[in-house]
């Protein structure tokens, strides 16, 4: 069964270093795509990055970049420069598709980040 | 671009009571759509989707339910609450496709007394 696990409850990290956050998947789909969302305290869902089972490259989006080890299911998110509006919960999350003709999206349990100044 | 209102953001509502919660989509017609639930702390648990007008579909049995009476209109409900209802509920629009990302409702933070 497809599943998403993230070990880190929570981490601090200090301004301006760089934190890497951990999130191993389990699938036996060969496509599929892994998402990291940050969750501020107010509670909506940021789309963060996007890494798709078959790009070569690791995603990049400015600050963040993503991790991608495929052998060893692996996408950990790395957070560059680190900033104070970084605190917040981070869900890395898993599209699987279904039979149908939806999509599936799960989520781990989330990592909480707290950028210390 | 697709954007998705949810309301009221907040609710309390006392045990046994009834809920509906509503979930409006624009920017895109025929969408699939879900309901996850945060419980305090915790990751999104998938609860409904729907792929289209009165079709919904359960991930796990609980005291809610689902409804799609029009294609942009996903409500979530329950006759009688439960203290275990309490969380943080988002309705969301799965990806469409290849490098795309599901998108999300502001949420409405629910707790039952």
């Known amino acids: 069964a497809q599943k998403i696990t993230q070990t880190q409850p929570g981490m601090f990290v200090q301004e301006k270093e760089a934190v890497t956050l951990d999130c191993t998947y389990d699938t036996s789909d060969q496509s599929y795509g892994l998402f990291w969302y940050k969750q501020p305290s107010s509670g909506e869902m940021i789309f963060l990055i996007y890494q798709g089972s078959y790009d070569e490259q690791n995603a990049t989006e400015g600050r963040y970049s993503l991790n991608f080890q495929k052998a060893r299911k692996s996408a950990n998110l790395v957070i560059s420069a680190s900033q104070l509006g970084d605190s917040a919960m981070y869900f890395c999350?898993?599209?699987?598709?279904?039979?149908?003709?939806?999509?599936?999206?799960?989520f781990g349990p989330g990592t909480s980040l707290s950028v210390i100044p | 671009s697709q954007t998705i209102h949810q309301w009221p953001a907040t609710l309390v509502q006392p045990v046994g009571s009834p809920l509906s919660l509503e979930c409006t989509v624009e920017g895109t017609s025929n969408p699939n759509l879900y309901w996850y639930r945060q419980a305090a702390g915790r990751g999104l648990q998938l609860l409904f989707y729907?792929?289209?007008?009165?079709?919904i579909s359960s991930e796990v049995p609980q005291n809610l339910s689902a409804s799609r009476p029009q294609d942009r209109q996903f409500i979530l409900s329950s006759k009688k609450l439960l203290l275990s209802d309490s969380g943080f509920y988002l309705c969301a629009c799965p990806p469409r496709g290849v490098n795309t990302e599901a998108f999300f409702g502001q949420g409405t933070r629910l707790t039952v007394v």
């Open positions: 729907s792929v289209g007008i009165g079709q």
């Open positions: 999350a898993m599209r699987v598709s279904m039979k149908t003709s939806y999509d599936k999206v799960i």
